[in-house]
């Protein structure tokens, strides 16, 4: 879990990178930016931004030969190991990302690369290195004042509410390729951020398996349970499959099934399933882990306990304990109307 408030830039440097296909240049600044309360204010809220509001999907970096062999490790390796070089390593990771701007489709921009300290992740602090690019720009207006009227200047310039393309690489796990968070906001392009420059692959931990089971019964919920029962039975058994991991510190396989479905003629579909469908999730040879409570309360918040009818009613079935549901909503069939029904029991009606 990372929290990027207390975080202070100590070097921030500024370079601009054309499209080499396009035989655009490549700009390199001679010092690094010199910071102002009010440029380290802007920069944190455009360069941290995304970072708070995203999943935490943690990455590191890798090569199909040896992890030495990544130049961004490299570089970044080299930073932290000497924060007063940052500037100049910042012009071979420029350089570097130039080399990999090749295709048509990819947009110059400017790229900063910042050392920061007083990162805490895991309630612990931390330094990092931030490499980021903005490449989309935006109109706007500004006025002034031209003998008795108002005049309008149309330019350009980008959105600090919206980072193109960024990284934050955290200095723990060296030797695994460190701990390192992504984001890019123009899909279009991914493979020349995450793979061609960077070269980042998943860091399968805790937050990792624990957010990909979740995602995984999901799917086994929407296309087994809910098939083979009902939609009210879908949803309880998700709130089971997350009240089980929330309860729990690590995730046994064996305990989970007995204990989140209740219907026995499901326990071998769920295995079936996990046999075609776990490659997609890596998690096909997975039945232990420690579980990710972060991991958890994001799952719990995406998770739609609503049930949607034809009759253009919906029923939300919030609720932390999934005996609750069982208690207070009754399924069944009306003979007379030859419709199905949901017979719901409460003691008052709340106010909104």
Known sequence: MINLYPAQIESISLHNVGNKNKNEPIFLSSEPFALNDETTGLLKEYFFRPFREKEENYFRFTNEVDIAFNEVNKVV????????????????????LYEQSNHPHIKSGEVYVGYFTNV?????KVDAVGIFKSELKQDFLQFQ????NLDILVQQGININKLDKGCIVFNVQKEEGYKIL?????????????ENFLGLDALTD???????YLKFCQNFAKDVVLPAEDKQQEVLFMNRAVNHFAKNDAFEESNFLNEVIENPEL??????YKVEKGPKYSIEDVSNFDIANKAVSDARKKIKNVINLDTNIQIKLDFINPESAEKFVEKGWDEERQMYYYLVYFNKEQKS
Do not use: C
């Not at 500037?87 to 071979?92: A, D, L, T």
């Not at 805490?120 to 612990?124: A, E, F």
């Open 182 to 194: 992504s984001v890019d906001s123009n899909r279009y392009d991914a493979k020349y951020w995450l």
């Open 267 to 272: 326990i071998p579909e769920f295995k079936h």
């Open 77 to 96: 390796t080299a930073i932290f190991d000497d924060p007063s070089s940052a500037h100049e390593n910042s012009k071979k990771l420029a350089t570097y």
């Open 120 to 124: 805490l992740l895991d309630n612990v």
């Open 206 to 212: 805790e937050n990792f398996y624990t957010k990909n």
């Open 145 to 148: 004042e031209k003998g008795n």
